[in-house]
């Protein structure tokens, strides 16, 4: 079933302690849709600049990634991020943020886009989420991504979008500071009862916990030895898991874990390269193969 | 098989942002004897002084865990230890550090201690735990912990400690600066490659990795919604852990992974209280049945 992304579309500066890249191909509805890819086809939503390299949009439509909802705005500039990773390759600093066309980003959805019944709202103000949740009336499943940002100025709309999605993805840092409390089995089941049927930590590094009304778990980060660019984890586990659940047409409890697991490991490879480069030299064999050791891993 | 642990005894003073508690029951041997002894029949040495309460004997003597190895020096006074769990209950200031009569520790084993074959060295110096080495020639399993200031002042000793042990027990910021690597997975090969069979880094609330030659695994923390006071959460997951291969006589990879496995859950329990008030309050049906759920939560 396909599944639809409104999110950024970025150019994005990263450095690292070893090495650092310039102007590639970034953002949460890029990173999230190319995870995707590999299990669905995905439509995307975002809008660039007229400095968007077309060459981005035809490295995108090469998968099965329908770009049409793509909006360029004359005149404009693409969304520009610039962070630096600190030696433990998990925390960063944010060096420079230019929101540019973003920060007028109201996304408007064409006919082919409005059925959507798998939608993913990645990080964007809760106004502009719950504006595409008005747009897709039947949505089976809406899952949205949130930010520290947010939840510190628009808490009132953030807290309307949980009453009404039916799952939420957000870091370790932000469930402590949604739920107002430092335990994340506590935060996460905190954040569950602001509305959404399920809520999905993500702990970086570290992996990623999960809690539905009946359920509770964690899944920790396929451990790799290879970490050159952490950007875009969050965003390629979030398409790893929503495309493995499109791919299935169907979200019961089973389905889900699963999904969890292949965000896992979607995200393992994207960190391994910088922008996209590491999962567009892999191919679905190469998810199955790693989660199936995963599994094996996690059986004693 | 029995088990014979090395370590402190010690008197703990601990402050968390809800609760504190004085001169409570604590040290490296105490917390890993307690855990170890749901398994096996445990044996202690260790070192007290004239402060120590009987009391505290009588309460490990309770489990099946023999103190006649702990001295009591006459005129001397019990390692104390204070400390202080920041709000995120993960990372801890220590406050103050009374060696005592653990400053001047030299382990000398009577014949019914020499003849074990289970062996697990608590943190101490690793000049102290060689000593213990030389004593226990007939060892089948010697696994040792160890902690950043011997890594900085006796890196010498510790190499050579590695080499002769079968497995090293130490936490992940202890690991990185040991190899000097950032990177967890590469650091937890490199120090392998420094001697042991096999080593175990734990993550505290994140977990634990396990490398050996042929292995490298990862397993998360059991997630509790109630974490009262960390303190010997490290040393009641090797307790748990070495019980467990004790408890088997063996030592292959699968009894490893169960091993490993039982650590996360006795450390789960340890944290819900203060000392060994929740460890003592359980059964080892608790362990197993929390060991069941966590079988099953990393299933999918």
Not at 39 to 65: A, C, N, Q, Y
Not at 110 to 136: E, I
Request: include cysteine; aromatic fraction near 8%; hydrophobic fraction near 40%.
């Amino acid at each position: 079933m396909p599944l639809l992304v409104v999110g950024s579309v970025a150019l994005d500066c990263v450095e690292t302690p070893t090495a650092s890249r310039d102007d590639v191909l970034g953002g949460s509805a890029v990173f999230f849709s190319y995870a995707a890819s590999f299990f669905t086809p995905v439509k995307m939503i975002g809008t660039v600049g007229e400095d968007w390299p077309s060459v981005h949009t035809r490295f995108l439509e090469e998968r099965s990634i329908d770009t049409s909802g793509i909006e360029m705005i004359p005149g404009g500039k693409t969304f520009r991020w610039r962070g630096r990773y600190l030696p433990n390759m998990n925390d960063r600093e944010t060096l420079e943020v230019h929101l540019n066309v973003f920060g007028e980003f109201k996304p408007k959805l064409g006919p082919a886009h409005r059925d959507s019944k798998f939608v993913f709202l990645g990080n964007a103000s809760p106004v502009t989420q719950l504006s595409v949740l008005d747009q897709v009336p039947g949505a089976q499943l809406t899952v949205a991504d949130t930010m520290d940002l947010w939840i510190n100025i628009q808490r009132d709309e953030l807290e309307e979008l949980l009453r009404r999605v039916d799952g939420l993805v957000l870091n370790d840092a932000e469930a402590k500071l949604l739920a107002e409390d430092e335990n994340l089995v506590r935060a996460g089941q905190a954040v569950r009862k602001m509305g959404p049927k399920f809520v999905v930590i993500k702990k970086g590094e570290h992996g990623a916990m999960f809690f539905s009304e009946h359920e509770m778990y964690v899944m920790p980060a396929y451990p790799t030895p290879q970490v050159l660019d952490p950007t875009g984890a969050g965003d390629s586990f979030a398409g790893g898991m929503m495309g493995h659940l499109a791919s299935l047409g169907r979200f019961d409890p089973q389905a889900l874990k699963e999904a969890l697991a292949y965000g896992v490991i979607t995200a393992s490879f994207t960190v391994e390269d910088f922008s996209l480069d590491r999962l567009s030299a892999i191919g679905r064999h190469d998810l199955d193969r790693r989660l199936g050791e995963y599994r094996q891993m996690l059986m004693f």
